[in-house]
């Protein structure tokens, strides 16, 4: 692609199943294709209250079942996230606001963007569900949605839909 690698985040509440899901599932892809040269990818949580903690072990059951295994530690968004990463990738509208609150600048909230905005089967506005309180079903839902959506984030990055 080119010579400056795409920083691209992704965003949840705790950064323990959605967000660390949608990392793992997007370098993969990124992986797969021989592209680690020009992604770096990461995620983050809106709020500390897992920071230092592996992935939810439901959400990594889930990946490594479906040949996805990994790790992961939870970390908190940071305001100089918004100067690390080209795209902000946040799994509901919640995220969304929050993020635009902590916005300097019109160009920080260029970077954010909802998640399925990419997905083929959700719409712009539709939300990531939060597996966390909910059953098995809820996880295998969220991994769908998720590996779906990643492939189609690369693609659009691939085609230059996004930059």
Same mark, same amino acid.
């Given at each position: *692609?080119?010579?400056?690698?795409?920083? +691209? /985040?992704?965003?949840?509440?705790?950064?323990?199943?959605?967000?660390? @899901?949608a990392?793992?599932?997007?370098?993969?892809? +990124? !992986?797969? &294709?021989? /592209?680690?040269? !020009?992604?770096?990818?990461?995620?983050?949580?809106?709020?500390?209250?897992?920071?230092?903690?592996?992935?939810?072990?439901? *959400?990594?059951?889930?990946?490594? &079942?479906?040949? +996805?295994?990994?790790?992961?530690?939870? #970390? &908190?968004?940071? $305001?100089?996230?918004? =100067?690390?990463?080209?795209?902000?990738?946040? *799994? !509901?509208?919640?995220? /969304? #606001?929050?993020?635009?609150?902590?916005? #300097?600048?019109?160009?920080?909230?260029?970077? $954010?963007? *909802?998640f399925?905005?990419?997905?083929?089967?959700?719409?712009?506005?539709?939300?990531?569900?939060?597996?966390?309180?909910?059953?098995q079903?809820?996880?295998? @839902?969220?991994y =769908? $949605?998720?590996?779906?959506?990643?492939?189609? $984030?690369?693609?659009?990055y /691939?085609?230059?839909? @996004?930059?």
């Open positions: *692609m080119n010579h400056n690698p795409r920083a +691209v /985040l992704f965003v949840c509440t705790g950064n323990i199943c959605r967000s660390p @899901l990392h793992a599932l997007f370098q993969s892809k +990124v !992986d797969e &294709q021989d /592209l680690q040269a !020009d992604f770096y990818v990461e995620s983050a949580g809106t709020h500390g209250y897992h920071i230092g903690e592996d992935a939810d072990p439901r *959400m990594r059951s889930t990946a490594a &079942q479906r040949g +996805v295994p990994f790790h992961h530690r939870a #970390r &908190q968004f940071s $305001i100089a996230d918004f =100067d690390t990463y080209h795209t902000i990738f946040v *799994m !509901d509208r919640g995220h /969304l #606001r929050h993020l635009r609150s902590l916005a #300097r600048t019109p160009a920080d909230k260029e970077k $954010i963007r *909802m399925r905005e990419f997905d083929p089967q959700g719409g712009p506005d539709d939300d990531v569900p939060d597996p966390y309180y909910g059953g079903a809820g996880f295998d @839902l969220v =769908d $949605i998720t590996d779906r959506t990643t492939r189609a $984030i690369l693609e659009a /691939l085609d230059g839909r @996004l930059a």
